[in-house]
Structure formats: C-alpha cells, structure tokens
C-alpha cells in the first residue's frame, strides 16, 4: 500500500469531501509501513538511525495534518446567539493564517482567509469561525473546494443574508517544486446571498480587506 493509498482511505471518514467511502481506513501499521516504502524509493534506509522512527513521526504528523476529516463543520455550527440588540450590519474576520495540503502533491498550501456574514438574527461565536476554517483545511484540498466548503457551510448552518469568503495563498507544489515561481499567490473567493447581488455591500467587504501585502511563498 503507497503512501497516498493510506491517506485515501483515511478520506473516507469525511461525508462532506469527494472521497471512495467504500475504502476501509488502513491500520497504523499499514501508513507506517507505506512511510517506510516511500523513504526506500526517494534512496535512502528507512533502518538507519535518524529515520528510524520517521515513519511513526509522519504518521503522526498527518493525523494533525488531517485531523479536520473527523469534524462536521456544520453541526459545529449550530450554536448561535439571538441577543444582539437588533445588529444587523457586517461582520467581518480577516486576515486568518490557515495551512492545508494540496490533494494532488501533498505539499502545503499557506495563506489567510476573510470571512464575512450578514447576520439575519443570528450570530455565531467568532472562534467558530475559525474552527471551520481549521476543519477544511485540515484535509486534502484545492483552494477552489476550500472557498467553497468554507462558505457553504457558513451559509448552511447560519443561514445568513449573506456569506463571503475571501482567500489567499502560496501553493508550495509551484513555490518549492516544478516551475519554482516562489512569491506567488492564489486569490479565490464565494460570495452567496446579498454578497452576490448587492454591489455596495459586495464594494464594503472588500475595501474592508484590502491593503494587506503579506506573501506565504
């Protein structure tokens, strides 16, 4: 079983992720041994002192990595708040660091997302937010399906007036590896609901934004 074999069947667990859910989950055994092969083929000895215990390290290692196939970002959601002395404006969290992995590298994708709803008498807590955030990214991912989940899920859980999700971010599989162009970001973004249909509130959130030169790469 290969490496990308083992984190295949790990995918499966996720309902929400286009994954075969007919793949078993591999044993630890099965990914440790996958790490092992993997180190073999890139030329080196997996029994030699310092890589030893790397493929129990890397095994560890992707269950932080992935660990957001375990959650459901929606029911994580549910809490809200209906006390808000009638706010109905924008709400808005920008420049949120999150790190995720390109499915088709394995390599990392490093950047920030905004995110912003209009409340339709509802408001969740802001740290939610950001778990949802963590719960895509932690998952094999293109920034595309990333925006999207992030968004939709909000929209679903919340159902706002409005979602936008605004991301950008260095993709390490062009930074670090084929045509090495390092500095170079991705700009993705969702906009549901008045975000997509209103123009002036569409113009606030992304002046909102704006101003920001950090680079990942």
């Known amino acids: 079983m290969s490496l990308v074999e083992a984190i295949e069947g790990a995918s499966s667990a996720n309902t929400h992720h286009k994954s075969n859910s007919a793949h078993r989950r591999p044993k630890r055994e099965d990914a440790e041994a996958a790490v092992r092969v993997m180190i073999e083929w890139a030329g080196d000895n997996p029994d030699r002192e310092g890589l030893v215990d790397t493929p129990s390290r890397v ?10 196939y375990q959650t459901d970002p929606v029911e994580m959601l549910q809490r809200t708040f209906e ?3 009638g706010y ?3 709400i808005v969290l920008k420049n949120m660091r999150f790190e995720s992995h390109c499915e088709h590298h394995i390599v990392p994708i490093i950047g920030k997302v905004h995110i ?3 409340p339709a008498g509802r408001v969740v807590g ?3 937010l950001a778990r949802v ?3 895509f990214a932690k998952r094999l991912q293109i920034q595309e399906t990333l925006t999207a989940q992030i968004a939709d899920a909000i929209d679903t859980a919340l159902q706002p007036r409005g979602v936008a999700v605004v991301m950008e971010a260095a993709h390490m599989c062009m930074t670090t590896r084929g045509i090495k162009k390092p500095g170079v970001s991705m700009m993705t973004r969702r906009m549901l609901g008045a975000f997509s249909t209103d123009k002036d509130l569409r113009r606030d959130f992304l002046s909102s934004i704006a101003g920001s030169q950090e680079t990942f790469g």
Do not use: H, N, P, Q
């Open 126 to 128: 802001i740290s939610k």
């Open 83 to 85: 006390e808000t002395d």
């Open 59 to 68: 095994v560890r290692a992707y269950e932080e990595f992935f660990e957001g």
């Open 116 to 118: 912003a709803y209009l």
């Open 88 to 90: 109905d404006d924008l």
């Open 133 to 135: 955030v963590e719960v």
